[in-house]
């Protein structure tokens, strides 16, 4: 089993920047790829970014490419998303979620074997 749990959302202003952790306990990542999704009121969990645990592949969804940045800590078992000049239309609900296949289909939600709780990000006008 793996155990994630996120943190760092928050409500932010236009511009302003957050960064997201997803600290993982349990079973240890070994080759799996990590992601970040998220999911608005009344819309699909979408994409955000993900990045294997070895290896460094990375791969963003084309609305965040340029303003948000993934990474992991092998020392700490923690995934961080940077998110800078936040937009409201960012505004969701942020997921960290665990895929322990290899590196495919990194961008579809039902590939995913473990999630977190979430956690809100609100950008104001």
């Known amino acids: 089993q793996v155990q994630l749990v996120e943190s760092g959302g928050g409500l932010v202003q236009a511009g302003d920047s957050l960064r997201l952790s997803c600290a993982s306990s349990g079973r240890t990542f070994s080759n799996y790829a990590m992601g970040w999704f998220r999911q608005a009121p009344g819309k699909e969990r979408e994409f955000v970014a993900a990045?294997?645990?070895?290896?460094?592949?990375?791969y963003y969804a084309d609305s965040v490419k340029g303003r948000f940045t993934i990474s992991r800590d092998h020392a700490k078992n923690t995934v961080y998303l940077q998110m800078n000049s936040l937009k409201p239309e960012d505004t969701a609900v942020y997921y960290c979620?665990?895929?322990?296949?290899?590196?495919?289909?990194?961008?579809?939600?039902?590939?995913?074997?473990?999630w977190g709780q979430g956690t809100q990000v609100t950008v104001s006008s």
């Open positions: 990045i294997s645990w070895i290896g460094g592949n990375i």
């Open positions: 979620a665990a895929d322990t296949r290899p590196w495919v289909r990194v961008a579809v939600p039902s590939e995913y074997d473990y």
